[in-house]
């Protein structure tokens, strides 16, 4: 409880210090608290635990086993037979396996085959899959697959970072710009009061027309149509963030309406040049989406090795060595005269089932291999896509930018003449009006350079690692 107050007090007094001051965040902050705490990045970070949890499961199947199988039968006061065998089989990584253990038995009418010493009949031996199983058998396939799937993970892993991260980004810099235009109509809206005031005094004395009045009044509400319009877009685009915004990945948290981004001067445009890559083919080979393709597709050669050992017929040899143990030693009674030994032999006729399986397993590495190079082509188109607009939006911001300059010495003279009664309201007004929509132009353009450099990582995968 005292826990919970102090929370709650601190919480109070971090919002005030707050909403007294301004705070900027930029997008590797926000990036930052997205991937530690977004719940679809606590999700990627369980890719890689269900991959060594998968190996994990396929690795016990060379687990040694311990195995004990106990028959008895009594009828009319007779033990008519009881059989005690148990031991340890151990798998090996050779398909080889490995038996050892003790057989004891007795009864009135027990099987002569059965019959076996008081003390009981040890054995030791090994049984070898010398046909089909050999090479490769359907352990060994499920633990390559496994050793596959895991590294696997880790490029999941890798995608969902890159997918979670680009669409918190492009939230980012939607929201940049709805707060910068927002800013934009705001000080003309502002410009626009203080003439009202000025020309409506000026009528009073007799300096302007009333008609002016009018003309102003209007200009006043169109910007304030204006300004509650980017007033909502930056509301929707900071909901839009706040998706990306959790705590420990349970707690949704709110975006203060005091925080900002950063301002067009703070960001250095030309770092976004260092993002492109010398060689398009070879930066887009480490696409963790094309790791996971050629990954899947190693799983299914290890399908396709499976299917194909599965053509050989089943043949199986077992040879296990016997021995008594007398006086408590077994060991001085081993002989090599005391021994069974087991053949299994197994094959259908026509092999329909397993050819047919093979035929499969070799379809879906075709299919497999048509569609890892498809996206290989389609990631070559978006990083090329994405480096053209970077390229492009960087001249179109210099070429803005410039024309906002311009437009403030027109607006600046415009004024100054309006001042000296040498231009009109219309005038000023036609004048603002091109420099609001070339500094809400420009604003678009500068973030869409750095939206396009997002793309660029997006289409190169690399977004995990930011």
């Keep these: 409880m005292r826990k919970s107050i102090f929370i709650f007090l601190l919480s109070l007094i971090a919002g005030f210090a707050a909403a007294q001051t301004d705070s900027s965040l930029s997008v590797d902050q926000f990036l930052d608290v997205v991937k530690k705490h977004h719940p679809m990045a606590q999700s990627a970070e369980l890719q890689t635990a269900r991959g060594e949890a998968n190996l994990l499961m396929s690795r016990g199947a060379f687990d040694p086993k311990a195995f004990a199988d106990v028959a008895q039968k009594y009828f009319r006061e007779k033990q008519y037979y009881g059989l005690v065998n148990g031991g340890l089989k151990v798998p090996t990584w050779f398909g080889i396996e490995l038996e050892g253990g003790i057989e004891q038995n007795e009864g009135e009418f027990l099987n002569p085959e059965n019959n076996t010493p008081s003390a009981g009949l040890y054995y030791a031996g090994i049984s070898i899959p010398v046909g089909q199983g050999l090479f490769i058998d359907e352990r060994r396939a499920q633990l390559n697959q ?3 799937y895991r590294e696997m993970t880790k490029a999941q892993r890798e995608l969902m970072l890159n997918e979670l991260m680009f669409e918190a980004g492009v939230a980012y810099w939607e929201w940049f710009v709805a707060w910068h235009q927002e800013s934009v109509y ?4 502002q410009k626009a009061v203080e003439r009202s005031e000025a020309v409506k005094g000026g009528a009073e004395l007799g300096d302007r027309p009333l008609i002016d009045t009018l003309e102003v009044s209007i200009q006043v509400q169109n910007r304030l149509l204006a300004l509650r319009e980017a007033e909502l877009q930056v509301a929707n685009s900071r909901a839009q963030m706040e998706v990306f915004l959790w705590a420990e990945g349970t707690i949704p948290l709110e975006l203060s309406e005091n925080t900002a981004p950063l301002k067009l001067e703070e960001l250095n445009v030309a770092e976004l040049s260092e993002n492109i890559p010398a060689e398009v083919q070879v930066a887009i080979d480490s696409h963790p989406q094309l790791v996971a393709n050629r990954l899947s597709i190693d799983q299914l050669e290890v399908e396709r090795r499976w299917k194909a050992e599965q053509l050989k017929p089943e043949l199986n040899l077992k040879y296990n060595p016997i021995t008594e143990a007398v006086g408590g030693d077994a060991v001085d009674q081993v002989s090599t005269n005391n021994y069974t030994w087991g053949l299994q032999f197994e094959m259908p006729i026509l092999l329909r089932k397993e050819r047919g399986a093979l ?7 075709r299919e497999s291999d ?3 190079q498809n996206k ?8 090329k896509a994405a480096l053209n607009e970077l390229q492009t939006l960087s001249g179109q911001a210099t070429t803005y930018n410039r024309t906002v300059s311009d437009y403030r010495q027109l607006v600046e003279g415009e004024r100054e003449l309006f001042t000296i009664g040498e231009s009109s309201l219309f005038m000023v007004n036609s004048r603002e009006l091109g420099l609001i929509s070339a500094e809400v132009k420009y604003i678009e353009i500068f973030a869409k350079q750095f939206k396009a450099a997002l793309k660029v990582d997006y289409a190169l995968g690399q977004l995990h690692e930011n």
């Design 146 to 148: 496994a050793k596959i």
């Design 186 to 189: 705001r000080e003309a809206y």
């Design 359 to 365: 035929q499969l397993a070799e379809i879906k590495l």
């Design 370 to 372: 048509f569609k890892l």
């Design 376 to 383: 290989a082509a389609e990631l070559q188109f978006k990083l």
